[in-house]
């Protein structure tokens, strides 16, 4: 029997997982989940020697199975090829009392290609599917990752268009970089007055806005999403979880059927989600820890129960954390709800008309596999410091902010259990705070200065999708009032002629 997958707003609302992907997000404002966890066959003994691919394969065959298995592989086989620079695809470092997980191999060095490398095929596929001869238009919102990422999954792709928003001053400036030297007929890349929240919320607005849907139908387009809330891009992260514990298995650093820990740097819960599903179809997990920096609103919900957004926002060194409306959030309090879309939707009216809503005291009590905490600057650069000391490795801001987390729960639990970090980014992506954190600076260096003292510090060789931007032309220099975001999606399609 076919997955069906529902939105968490609309019970009525159901669609298979091909037509979820082509839509992006449910109509009504919610986000689909699958009504049932499908039956996933994890047997280690045989996936401690799968490669990536085949594990890939397995996940999305039970999670997206109105797809042949024709089509899962064609699909598999395009986004998890030579893009990536490491064979394994996501290679398991062990150091000084963790692993790390590393998703950074992918052609924009975030965890972000891990999905997005994936993400076009499939849509194109489902849009072959069902006969789908509209334009697709990509219109997502970025901290800063999940722009360029995109971009490059969707660059050229037939009958596709892409629309990136961005906070001008809430990216690093290798990250604004990548975005606004993208090539592609098909690619619009806008910066906004306004931080990430600003971008999310008016993204949203625009798939939920009934006359522009109209508008966008009347000429030949619809709209996907290109965000974590697409199950497109959630459900392949699954995958790296289960591969990393196989890794783990394969070398004998844990016995077949012992559990673990992860720790999930997350700002919008989308890839500490993917643990989540990982865990419910099976994974032998103990605790997902849940790390934020300064914008701590999810380390306040799983300790009281209450998510409030009315607090000050905070530009870090970790941008792609930098968000205070956590939208993948809302899966799991659906299946907190009892997978209620009555109680969902009245939880996110609330969070939508007052900014803050509070769970039930046994809705609460679920909770117990997770734990939060985040990690302030000062943390972070120091943490940076202490594992290249210890292993002459470097981290990112976003995995250090991470191991800052896992440290105060070693503090508070002193629970043995292996635990994996989940790094998320090269540090060539975030040069200038861990330079900082490793040496002294000038002040007159710029990032691109920086990267070269990074490859000079740490040894390792400044990755293609750096390297590649010395000398590239700036093509995007549009900026805008966030409230103008629609304006310049219309105009940019033309939706007004």
């Known amino acids: 029997m076919t997955l069906i997958y ?15 992907i082509l839509q992006g997000l449910a109509t009504d404002g919610g986000l689909y989940v699958p009504t049932k966890t499908p039956n996933v066959t994890l047997d280690f003994e045989t996936l ?23 089509e899962i592989a064609y699909c598999v086989r ?7 620079d490491d064979a394994a695809i996501a290679p398991l470092v062990k150091l000084h009392g963790q692993y790390n997980l590393e998703l950074f191999h992918g052609n924009t060095i975030a965890f972000k290609d891990m999905a997005l490398s994936i993400l076009p095929y499939l849509m194109t596929t489902a849009a072959k599917k069902h006969g789908v001869d509209r334009e697709i238009v990509i219109l997502t919102a970025t901290s800063g990752d999940t722009g360029k990422a995109a971009m490059a999954g969707f660059a050229d792709v037939p009958g596709t268009k892409i629309v990136v928003f961005y906070p001008k001053d809430g990216v690093s400036k290798i990250q604004e970089r990548q975005m606004t030297t ?20 008016n993204v ?20 996907s999403s290109a965000n974590s809330m697409n199950i497109g891009r959630l459900v392949p992260q699954i995958a790296y979880y289960v591969y990393a514990y196989a890794q783990l298995v394969k070398t004998g650093a844990i016995e077949n059927g012992a559990k673990i820990n992860f720790t999930v740097p997350t700002g919008n819960f989308g890839n500490i989600l993917a643990g989540y599903y990982a865990k419910q179809i099976g994974l032998p997990v103990s605790k997902l ?8 609103v999810l380390t306040d919900f799983f300790r009281t129960g209450t998510y409030d957004k009315n607090r000050d926002f905070f530009v870090t060194s970790s941008p792609s954390m930098d968000i205070l409306v956590s939208s993948n959030l809302e899966r799991l309090i659906f299946h907190l709800t009892g997978d209620s879309d009555v109680a969902t939707s009245e939880l996110m009216t609330s969070l939508n008309t007052t900014g803050t809503y509070k769970i039930t005291a046994d809705m609460l009590a679920e909770l117990t596999g997770f734990y939060a905490d985040f990690a302030d600057e000062a943390e972070i650069s120091a943490q940076i410091a202490a594992t290249f000391k210890a292993d002459h490795y470097v981290e990112d801001p976003h995995t250090a902010v991470a191991s800052v987390v896992y440290q105060k729960y070693l503090a508070e639990t002193q629970d043995p259990t292996p635990t994996v970090i989940v790094s998320t980014a090269s540090p060539y992506k975030f040069p200038r705070v861990v330079v ?3 040496t002294t600076l000038t002040g007159q260096e710029d990032d691109f200065d920086l990267v070269k003292k990074l490859e000079a510090i740490s040894g390792t060789p400044l990755p293609k999708a750096v390297s590649e931007l010395f ?15 629609q304006a310049a999606v219309e105009a940019y399609l033309s939706l007004g002629k």
């Open 471 to 485: 000398g590239a032309p700036v093509l995007h220099h549009t900026v805008i009032p966030a409230a103008e975001m």
């Open 48 to 70: 401690k020697n799968a490669s990536y691919q085949e594990v890939a394969t397995l996940v999305l065959s039970a999670f997206l199975d109105d797809f042949t298995a024709e």
């Open 6 to 20: 529902q939105s968490t707003r609309d019970k009525t609302n159901r669609v298979t997982a091909s037509q979820a």
């Open 289 to 296: 820890i849940c790390a934020s920096n300064e914008n701590n």
């Open 182 to 201: 993208q090539v592609g007929d098909n690619v619009k890349v806008i910066a906004i007055d306004g931080n990430f929240d600003n971008a999310q919320t």
């Open 204 to 223: 949203k607005a625009m798939f939920n806005n009934q006359a522009l849907r109209d508008k966008m139908l009347a000429n030949g387009k619809q709209f």
């Open 436 to 438: 900082e954190s490793l």
């Open 78 to 84: 395009h986004a998890y090829d030579s893009k990536f």
